[in-house]
C-alpha cells in the first residue's frame, strides 16, 4: 500500500510540474479565445491563410462590427497579426500553436 501511495504522489507532482500556474493561465487564455464560434471559425480560415475582414465575415457568418471586435480581441491577445493592404486590412494566424490545436481538433472532431 505504501508504494501505491508513493506512486499516486508522484504522478501529481509530475502533472504539477508539467503545468505550473502560469502555463495553466496561457493554456486557460488560449482555449477561452477558441471556445467562442465567430472567434474559431476566423482562427479556422486563418490557419489556412490570410484573409480581410470581409472574407471573414462569410466564414463566421457575423456582421462586420461583431468581427472587427473579435479580430480586435485576437490581435490584443496576440494570437493574430494584421497589415494592411491597400483599403483593405489582411489578417494572419501569428500563433503555431493555435495552427497546431486546429489540427488536433480536426482529427478529434473532423468526422462528427
Not at 473579435?70 to 486590412?89: D, F, H, N, P, V
Amino acid at each position: 500500500m505504501m508504494q501505491h501511495d508513493n506512486d499516486k504522489t508522484q504522478l501529481l507532482n509530475e502533472v504539477k510540474e508539467k503545468f505550473d500556474k502560469d502555463q495553466c493561465a496561457l493554456v486557460e487564455k488560449m482555449l477561452s479565445i477558441m471556445a467562442n464560434p465567430v472567434r474559431f471559425h476566423i482562427l479556422c480560415a486563418l490557419e489556412r491563410g490570410p484573409f480581410s475582414v470581409s472574407e471573414l465575415m462569410v466564414v463566421s457568418e457575423s456582421r462586420s462590427s461583431n468581427v472587427s471586435q473579435q479580430l480586435k480581441i485576437m490581435t490584443l491577445a496576440g494570437y493574430i497579426s494584421k497589415e494592411r493592404q491597400g483599403k483593405q486590412i489582411i489578417y494572419t494566424l501569428k500563433d503555431n500553436r493555435i495552427r497546431e490545436l486546429i489540427h488536433k481538433l480536426e482529427e478529434l472532431f473532423g468526422d462528427v
